[in-house]
Nanobody, 122 residues
Framework: EVRVEESGGGLVQPGGSLRLSCVASGFTFRLADMSWVRQAPGKEVEWVSDIRAGGGATYYADSVKGRFTISRDNAKNTLYLQMNRLKAEDTAVYYC???????????????RGQGTQVTVSS
């Protein structure tokens, strides 16, 4: 069974930082492109970042470029998202899923955990 479990969210002030984690099981993690997506209240799911299986190339949405860093530890089957200089508009539930880019917003429909809430507020 394919499973992912996200953690690390919380309440943080604008300008603060959080590190999200996602532990995966049930598939060969090191061979999978992986993404973080997020969903703000009343909005569609939005791709945030992905990291490729091979050389580990990384990609970011313009809204988070320069502030967020995606990484992975294949030995631990774990995906990370380091989020710095957080803004109110980053408030959302964050999910990890398989695939990259637009594919991830489709994969999210069937491959996701409970998500982890990130709230940026003073």
């Amino acid at each position: 069974e394919v499973r992912v479990e996200e953690s690390g969210g919380g309440l943080v002030q604008p300008g603060g930082s959080l590190r999200l984690s996602c532990v995966a099981s049930g598939f060969t993690f090191r061979l999978a492109d992986m993404s973080w997506v997020r969903q703000a209240p009343g909005k569609e799911v939005e791709w945030v970042s992905d990291i490729r299986a091979g050389g580990g190339a990384t990609y970011y949405a313009d809204s988070v470029k320069g502030r967020f860093t995606i990484s992975r530890d294949n030995a631990k089957n774990t995906l990370y998202l380091q989020m710095n200089r957080l803004k109110a508009e980053d408030t959302a539930v964050y999910y990890c899923t398989t695939g990259d880019g637009a594919v991830a917003t489709i994969s999210w429909r069937t491959v996701r955990g409970q998500g982890t809430q990130v709230t940026v507020s003073s």
